[in-house]
């Protein structure tokens, strides 16, 4: 009997299973393989570079701030702290003040130009021989010990050494309100 429904046999390879893939697919496979762990092996590390600054923290540097011989023993002044801030692919050049008091065995102490109240900033009375914040009225001895105010710690002291006779500061900022001091 021969039905109209029935399919049709192929002649040529009798009752042998056909293969699930041809060459041209395999090798399609192969190539998109191979693009693909080629990109990922581009794209990680230009990933790392567009990711890599937002992830650093701002590197501190010593910066030189003046002669300590221009420094009067007993007598604070004020000396500025010029650097360059590099954020990112940003950079800016800070200026800042900070305070050095050269000491009587010629070691120098130096002071963050940050009062430790609130953040304001504060000068020297020269008169009166003390640190006054003109915020909300802490004040200061010559060696950065609370006398009067709000103030909840005294000021706050930054690293700092002699080279050569040149005074170096690597600039740090702490939160101000603690009792403790707080790096930023």
Not at 7 to 34: H, K, W, Y
Not at 156 to 180: A, C, H, I, W
Request: charged fraction near 20%; include cysteine; proline fraction near 7%.
């Amino acid at each position: 009997m021969n039905h109209p429904e029935a399919e049709p046999t192929d002649s040529l390879s009798p009752g042998l299973c056909t293969p699930v893939g041809s060459r041209r697919n395999f090798f399609q496979r192969m190539i998109g393989i191979a693009s693909g762990l080629i990109g990922l092996g581009l794209a990680i590390p230009l990933i790392g570079y567009v990711i890599s600054p937002m992830l650093k923290r701002r590197e501190q540097s010593w910066v030189e701030v003046g002669s300590v011989a221009e420094l009067a023993v007993g007598e604070p002044k004020q000396l500025d702290h010029v650097t360059i801030i590099r954020d990112g692919w940003m950079e800016t050049k800070s200026h800042k003040a900070v305070w050095a008091v050269k000491q009587a065995d010629g070691q120098v102490v130096v002071f963050s130009p940050i009062c430790t109240h609130l953040g304001c900033g504060y000068r020297w009375e020269g008169e009166e021989q003390k640190f006054k914040c003109p915020c909300h009225g802490s004040v200061y001895d010559v060696a950065g010990k609370v006398l009067d105010g709000p103030a909840p710690r005294r000021l706050d002291v930054l690293p700092s050494k002699t080279e050569n006779g040149r005074l170096l500061v690597m600039y740090k900022e702490f939160k101000s309100g603690q009792t403790v001091p707080i790096e930023l």
